[in-house]
Each structure stands twice: as C-alpha cells, then as structure tokens.
C-alpha cells in the first residue's frame, strides 16, 4: 500500500493569515507516461462529507476558491490556504489515486487561531 | 446535477451482513467509476471497493474476503455487502463517484452504521 503521511496533524492561523499542509507519499504517484502526479486533496467539514479540491496535484476544482492551490511532484506535496477565511476551518485530506488500495492521509485540522 | 444517496440499515449485529445501496439520481452509473469509502467516527477515511460498469471491480485487500460490491445500472445504484460485522466496522460509510486512477469528484452526504448487538 502506498502510505500517505500529513503534517502537521493540525494548525492554528489567524484569519487572513496563510496556511500550509504538507502531503508525503511512501512511493512516487507521478505517472511518467503522462507526467501526471495522481495526488488528489479534499476539504471536510463536521457533519459533511469530503468535498473535492484539488486533483492532479495542482488542478483546482470548478468552484473552488482560488485561495487553495497545490503543488508538488513525485512524493512530496503542499496544499496552501493563501488567505485564511473562517468557512476555511476543517479537516484537509490528501489521496493518491496512483495505486490500489487508493488510501488517504491522515487528516489536518485546520482552525482560527 | 447528479447527486448520491446512501440507504440501508443504520444498526448491523456482530457477525451479520452490512448492505447498503447507494442510489445516483440526476445522471447514469454507466461510463463511470463508483466507490464505497468509510470512516470510523473521529477518525480518516478508507477507500472499500470500486466497481465500473458491471464487469470491472477492486477490493482493498485489507477487507477483500468479506465485501462484495455490484451495481445495477437499470436502477441507476450500486450496493455493498460487508459480511461478518465487527463493532470496529462501525463508521459513516460513503459512496462516491471515482476509484480507478481517477479522484473522488462527487460524495453522498454518508450514513452510519452501528455495529451492536
């Protein structure tokens, strides 16, 4: 299984602020027939189911603010919240979609310090 | 626009068979992958199983001996059958559309399911 490692577990920002996740995979999800990094990155919020955010590392999702982008290649990658708004407070997962069993990262909680 | 709905039985007893089905209004399951994902309460997500069309399915191995998934396109659903229930199978179980080298775009709102006797 490729094993998806976030840091840090959660993080306090004040609003307006920036913040950062980190995504680590235990193998590479960059697909080189492509050149296509199969990481994908999902906001949840309490009671709510995961929403989309971020797929192919960096391609925002239809609707998405254009205060979250990704970046990354191969085995490490970032999530960045470039401006904290208080709709922003959640748990942020990363997944790779490279290999089965498709798995998921633990989790970050995001909130307002 | 489509949308997921998951049903079925909100409490399962130990050693029984979880079923629930997952029905997508607003579009079809044909041409599409469609996964069922889990998550404890207060805890991660785990990808079950995926399936396409009628012919094509994968299991994560962790749990692949007692889940089996289908889908009936003449009904617009797809289902989950996990066997031999354990209270750690007590989670909100999700369905989505994604799964084979593809990310999970579209999630129904999720259901529980209690393992108890």
């Known amino acids: 299984d490729i094993v998806m490692t976030q840091s840090p577990d959660s993080l306090a920002v004040s609003l307006g602020e920036r913040a950062t996740i980190d995504c680590k995979s235990s193998q590479s999800v960059l697909y080189s027939s492509n050149n296509k990094n199969y990481l994908a990155w999902y906001q949840q919020k309490p009671g709510q189911p995961p929403k989309l955010l971020i797929y192919?590392?960096?391609t925002r999702e239809s609707g998405v603010p254009d205060r979250f982008s990704g970046s990354g290649s191969g085995t490490e990658f970032t999530l960045t919240l470039s401006s904290l708004q208080a709709e922003d407070v959640a748990v942020y997962y990363c997944q790779q979609y490279y290999g089965s069993p498709w798995t998921f990262g633990q989790g970050t909680k995001v909130e307002i310090k | 626009q489509v949308q997921l709905q998951e049903s079925g039985p909100g409490l399962v007893k130990p050693s029984e068979t979880l079923s629930l089905t997952c029905t997508v209004s607003g579009g079809s399951t044909s041409g599409y992958s469609w996964s069922w994902i889990r998550q404890p309460p207060g805890e991660g997500l785990e990808w079950i199983a995926y399936i396409f069309n009628t012919e094509s399915t994968n299991y994560n191995p962790s749990l692949k001996s007692r889940v089996t998934i289908s889908v009936d396109t003449s009904r617009n659903q797809f289902s989950l059958k996990l066997t031999s229930v354990t209270a750690a199978d007590t989670a909100v179980y999700y369905c989505?559309?994604?799964?084979?080298?593809?990310?999970?775009?579209?999630w129904g709102r999720g259901t529980l399911v209690t393992v108890s006797s």
């Open positions: 192919w590392a960096s």
């Open positions: 989505a559309r994604g799964g084979e080298n593809h990310y999970f775009d579209l």
